[in-house]
């Protein structure tokens, strides 16, 4: 498995088990953190090709801009 992939203008970096990736920092009208939208999409991107490959993921969002794709057993 490759150690980055690249979708929508994002690289993913493989670390241990997931992909992760770190874009802007947004916000939502409540003023909680978000996902950046470009990102958001790229990691669904990212999320589709595994599945093509036979691998599980989820999506997780971190604080600060960080978006990872976490390999599922």
Partial sequence: ???SRKFNGHTFTLSEDCFECRGER???DEH?????PSLQIAAEKLQEALKLEGKNSEIEFGEKGWIEVNLID
């Fill in 1 to 3: 498995m490759a150690n």
């Fill in 26 to 28: 947004y916000f939502d």
């Fill in 32 to 36: 909680d953190q978000v996902p950046e």
